[in-house]
């Protein structure tokens, strides 16, 4: 694990994160880490772990957090926004970081519709695998394999 050096962290990270409407309470978080236990992403990518983003933007991690890929992963079902019992809103907070990460020009600015479209094609992808289980159907089943190739050959 890298060491963390105290006076590379950015002390105003946080404050800014807190003027953004909606993260208003982002510092409350008391990392009894309610949020990760029940995130669907964080259930199958070990590297994603709401609680530690937090974590990491109190502690100034400016640059860590706001390059790190981890940022796309949420899928912003929030679940974690309605268990927190510090009412963090952690579904908020992500895409205030997300937004942070576009203006201070850590990843593309089309990035942000890219996710959104990808979140929505993902979730489509979802209802016809669903819809394949309940009625098998090869049409079915060959279009979701197609949707699943087009959005593999997309390039972000
Ligand atoms: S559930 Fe809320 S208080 Fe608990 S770790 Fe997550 S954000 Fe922090
Ligand atoms: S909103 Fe994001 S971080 Fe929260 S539970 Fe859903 S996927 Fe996990």
């Not at 982002?26 to 590297?47: K, L, S, Y």
């Not at 992500?94 to 593309?108: H, N, Q, T, W």
Request: proline share 4%.
């Amino acid at each position: 694990m890298d060491k963390i050096i105290l006076n590379k962290m950015d002390p105003k990270f946080k404050d800014d994160i807190v003027s953004q409407p909606g993260a208003e309470f982002f510092t409350r978080c008391f990392t009894c880490g309610t949020c990760t236990a029940a995130c669907p992403v964080a259930e199958v990518h070990d590297e994603y772990d709401p609680r530690k983003i937090i974590r990491m933007a109190i502690l100034g991690m400016r640059k860590e957090v706001l390059s790190s890929d981890v940022l796309w992963m949420c899928s912003r079902c929030y679940t974690c926004y309605a268990l927190c019992p510090q009412n963090v809103k952690f579904t908020d907070v992500i895409s205030i970081l997300r937004d942070m990460a576009i203006k201070e020009g850590y990843i593309p600015k089309e990035r942000l519709d890219q996710a959104r479209e990808l979140d929505k094609k993902l979730q489509s992808i979802r209802c016809k695998i669903i819809d394949n289980k309940l009625h098998p159907n090869q049409e079915n089943q060959e279009n979701v394999k197609k949707s699943i190739e087009d959005e593999l050959n997309e390039k972000w």
